[in-house]
């Protein structure tokens, strides 16, 4: 009785982890080279995005690159208050250029590709 208690238990303790394990894997946003690309390329020609984080637009506009949103030039105005005033930042999201372009709002990727020069390769 002992033994057959034993074996359930590790069966059961088991199934979860391996339950914990894949269900966790599926969550795991997947690299992206491409988006990678665009998003460096974003940085390398100092094209920042200013948001908040409560700002619904601005999370999708995170959203749009995935896990390459770490290469993007970011700052969060509400922490940076004086710095976004002094760069006439009046709504989120906003894209500024190093020429003083500013792109007000959510922006398509293809947009910003269009604007910035940097090459968005989408799936075919």
């Given at each position: ?7 359930i ?10 339950l ?9 946003e ?44 970011y700052?969060e105005?509400?922490?940076n208050?004086?710095?976004c005033?002094?760069l ?16 007000v709002g ?19």
């Amino acid at each position: 009785m002992t033994k057959n208690i034993l074996i359930i238990s590790i069966t059961i303790v088991a199934g979860l982890i391996a339950l914990l394990i894949w269900g966790g894997a599926k969550n795991v946003e997947k690299v992206n080279p491409a988006m990678d690309s665009f998003a460096q390329c974003l940085a390398s020609k100092n094209i920042t995005l200013y948001g908040a984080k409560w700002c619904s637009h601005c999370q999708k506009q995170k959203a749009d690159f995935g896990v390459s949103f770490k290469y993007v030039p970011y700052m969060e105005c509400p922490e940076n208050t004086k710095q976004c005033l002094d760069l006439g930042i009046q709504g989120y999201p906003t894209w500024i250029f190093p020429d003083g372009e500013k792109l007000v709002g959510y922006q398509e990727l293809e947009k910003l590709s269009q604007e910035s020069g940097c090459l968005l390769k989408t799936k075919n």
